[in-house]
């Protein structure tokens, strides 16, 4: 038997009337009614857990068939979130620079604060670790960090890195890579493990294949 694979994709936008020759039955898996703009999603590595975070501080919770868990209000757009390898833990970060972090049942189990503004978020595997992208306070690239966490919250590292606008984190939380959108008007590819930063490379303006 072939494994399935679960893709989640949410529209920001009005809907707006297409002719389509392909019935909507036959194309959604199911659909959930959301209140709140959702901006974020992630899913479970077991795909048991669909993970959904709105501009007006929504978080929330759904199963693989779209009934939904729990829901939990915050008082701050929420701009980044992640899920564990199981679905026991999710981490949601705020446009403010907070950090939520909640269990499968969508108990808070705590809070900080202090990680900038607009805020990403990834989770390692058991979700006992993690990474916060995060730009900065003022519009330049000054503050723009990358801060490693523990599943407690603390903070166990922290690196300078200008403009970071995606990213990717190994599943044992030891290696993220970012690109990297401000290094002297040039994208950069950085990868990063627990000693700091592993290696930079400059990205070419245009990539071609041979």
């Known amino acids: 038997m072939k494994p399935k694979i679960l893709i989640i994709m949410v529209v920001l936008f009005s809907l707006i009337h297409f002719a389509s020759a392909i019935s909507p039955q036959s194309c959604d898996a199911f659909s959930v009614a959301l209140n709140g703009n959702p901006a974020m999603t992630a899913v479970s590595g077991s795909g048991d857990t669909i993970a959904v975070g709105g501009t007006n501080g929504m978080v929330g919770s759904f199963t693989p068939d779209g009934s939904p868990r729990w829901v939990y209000r915050i008082s701050d757009p929420v701009t980044g979130i992640a899920t564990s390898d199981d679905g026991r833990f999710i981490a949601a970060t705020t446009f403010s620079g ?57 903070v166990l590292s922290r690196l300078p890195v200008p403009a970071p606008t995606s990213y990717a984190l190994s599943a044992d939380g030891h290696v993220a890579v970012v690109n990297s959108g401000g290094t002297q008007g040039h994208n950069s590819v950085i990868a990063i493990d627990d000693d700091g930063i592993r290696w930079q490379k400059i990205s070419p303006n245009q990539y071609r294949v041979p």
Not at 142 to 150: L, P, Q, Y
Request: with cysteine; charged share 20%.
């Open 98 to 154: 907070n950090l939520f972090y909640f269990d499968e049942k969508g108990y808070l189990l705590w809070n900080r604060s202090g990680f900038g503004c607009n805020s990403q978020v990834a989770l390692s595997g058991d979700g006992q670790e993690g990474n916060i992208f995060s730009r900065s306070l003022t519009r330049d690239f000054s503050g723009d960090t990358v801060f490693h966490f523990a599943g407690n919250g603390s």
